[in-house]
């Protein structure tokens, strides 16, 4: 995969999905989210087990790259924030876990990704900020994630005031999972993923997907369709291998990840 604006690199199970526009502070330009939803893609349909999203330099992302917007038309702005959300949902859609490693700022597009991964793990010197409040432009879509994770009042105070939060208030929040010290960010990571990706990557799969779909059904439908997703996925090879394994009292032994 040759990208210019991110790094895509494989260890072992896991692929790191780094944004590498330290110069711009990983600002989401147009072709840069291009690349990204061309690598999750692409590691999506691999056989890497995790996904950690990462950003070089001093900040996480600034959010989106405003030399994209301050000239476009209605039409070309409109098309930038279709294909930002496209990256935003593929991040819930790929089968993989997508664990974004978070230090220095998060804010407006750049909070979005934190808020559309499945997890998050932040350095103590993160902040997060949906600034358009305090700005001209107010963070409408990054608010569409962040609102999931936060809450209506605590989204309402971030997006009115425009203000930074902390990353131990963000973990407060519901915004991020865990909070370290930033030298042990990379180790956390490591253990979120090794954590998360336990199991079958089968099931995982089909079970990070109806999470997603069931989310923000009421209550009977959700029940409705959890049932019929538990049931079906009941006779997968390795949900019959995780119950014999079970009863047997041995190690399971999953299908790998095709």
């Given at each position: 995969?040759?990208?210019?604006?991110?790094?895509?690199?494989?260890?072992?199970?896991?692929?790191?999905?780094?944004?590498?526009?330290?110069?711009?502070?990983?600002?989401?330009?147009?072709?840069?989210?291009?690349?990204?939803?061309?690598?999750?893609?692409?590691?999506?349909?691999?056989?890497?087990?995790?996904?950690?999203?990462?950003?070089?330099?001093?900040?996480?992302s600034?959010?989106?790259?405003f030399?994209?917007v301050?000239?476009?038309?209605?039409?070309?702005?409109?098309?930038?924030?279709?294909?930002?959300?496209?990256?935003?949902?593929?991040?819930?859609?790929?089968?993989?876990?997508?664990?974004?490693?978070?230090?220095?700022?998060?804010?407006?597009?750049?909070?979005?990704?934190v808020?559309?991964?499945?997890?998050?793990?932040?350095?103590?010197?993160?902040?997060?900020?949906?600034?358009?409040?305090?700005?001209?432009w107010?963070?409408?879509?990054?608010?569409?994630a962040?609102?999931?994770?936060?809450?209506?009042?605590?989204?309402?105070?971030?997006?009115l005031?425009?203000?930074?939060?902390?990353?131990?208030?963000?973990?407060d929040?519901?915004?991020?999972?865990?909070?370290?010290?930033?030298?042990?960010?990379?180790s956390?990571?490591?253990?979120?993923?090794e954590?998360?990706?336990?199991?079958?990557?089968?099931?995982?799969?089909?079970?990070?997907?109806?999470?997603?779909?069931?989310?923000?059904?009421?209550?009977?439908?959700?029940?409705?369709?959890?049932?019929?997703?538990?049931?079906a996925?009941?006779?997968?090879?390795?949900?019959?291998?995780?119950?014999?394994a079970?009863?047997?009292?041995?190690?399971?032994?999953w299908?790998?990840?095709?």
């Amino acid at each position: 995969m040759g990208f210019e604006h991110i790094l895509v690199e494989r260890s072992g199970d896991f692929a790191t999905i780094t944004m590498n526009r330290p110069q711009k502070r990983n600002a989401l330009s147009l072709d840069h989210m291009r690349e990204l939803i061309q690598a999750f893609s692409e590691v999506g349909e691999s056989s890497a087990l995790g996904i950690v999203l990462a950003g070089n330099g001093p900040v996480f992302s600034a959010g989106h790259d405003f030399a994209d917007v301050v000239d476009d038309d209605l039409s070309g702005v409109r098309a930038l924030l279709v294909t930002c959300t496209e990256l935003m949902t593929l991040m819930q859609q790929v089968p993989q876990p997508v664990v974004a490693r978070v230090h220095g700022l998060a804010t407006a597009a750049g909070c979005q990704l934190v808020a559309s991964a499945d997890l998050a793990v932040a350095g103590e010197d993160a902040g997060f900020a949906a600034p358009g409040g305090k700005g001209g432009w107010f963070c409408h879509t990054p608010m569409v994630a962040i609102a999931r994770n936060v809450g209506r009042k605590r989204a309402a105070e971030l997006a009115l005031s425009g203000d930074v939060i902390d990353a131990r208030t963000a973990l407060d929040w519901g915004l991020v999972n865990r909070v370290v010290p930033a030298v042990q960010l990379d180790s956390a990571v490591q253990d979120m993923l090794e954590r998360v990706t336990r199991g079958s990557a089968e099931g995982k799969g089909i079970g990070k997907q109806a999470l997603y779909a069931q989310i923000d059904l009421d209550q009977p439908k959700a029940y409705a369709y959890a049932i019929e997703v538990m049931a079906a996925t009941s006779q997968l090879p390795d949900a019959r291998e995780g119950m014999h394994a079970f009863l047997e009292k041995r190690k399971p032994r999953w299908q790998p990840r095709s």
